[in-house]
């Protein structure tokens, strides 16, 4: 009976390995048939599961975290086809630690980043529709995609204490496809 169990045990582990597949690799299976040149930016936001919520246009009142940061960081990298020449968010944690250890104070850097998202009227306009396959395809009508930008500064702290802090701009932590560059941010309190 063990042994039943135990064999049971290892098929269902064997199969749920087999169906299993990640959001991006089910939703890259969804988009196989979309034309990878109309996306003029490199990278479709529809492919990750949006937690940062930057196809959503932020509230004025928006609380920047250093953890909404690192989310929206990481679901860019994720939704950039070719993303091998961007700054991980694991190598700005380590930037960042180095500049802690070298003195240097709250690490700033930023995200200036445009990206492409599926338009809601994409299906009304006649540009994608869903075949018997459930694949989308495209249509004939216009672009099926909208550009968005996405800028943020980076600040590496969640929060401050004492009587002052020290910040250092770091030119290095940014995560940019606009071709603008920053060089400096205004605080204020």
Do not use: C
């Amino acid at each position: 009976m063990k042994r039943i169990l135990h064999l049971i045990l290892i098929f269902i582990f064997l199969t749920s390995k087999l169906i299993a597949q990640s959001y991006i690799e089910q939703q890259d299976s969804l988009f196989r048939f979309l034309d990878k040149k109309e996306i003029a930016t490199g990278a479709l936001y529809d492919r990750v599961y949006p937690w940062a919520g930057l196809n959503i246009t932020p509230e004025d009142s928006q609380i920047i975290s250093y953890s909404f940061i690192q989310q929206a960081w990481y679901e860019l990298i994720l939704a950039t086809y070719n993303s091998t020449n961007l700054m991980t968010i694991d190598s700005v944690s380590t930037k960042i630690k180095q500049n802690t250890e070298a003195g240097k104070g709250i690490s700033l850097g930023y995200i200036d980043y445009t990206f492409n998202t599926i338009d809601t009227n994409a299906f009304a306009s006649g540009s994608l529709y869903y075949d018997e396959d459930s694949i989308l395809h495209r249509g004939a009508g216009g672009t099926p995609y909208l550009t968005q930008t996405a800028t943020y500064p980076l600040i590496s702290a969640e929060g401050l204490s004492g009587d002052s802090a020290y910040f250092y701009f770091d030119p290095d932590i940014k995560l940019t496809n606009t071709g603008r560059e920053v060089d400096k941010i205004y605080l204020e309190s």
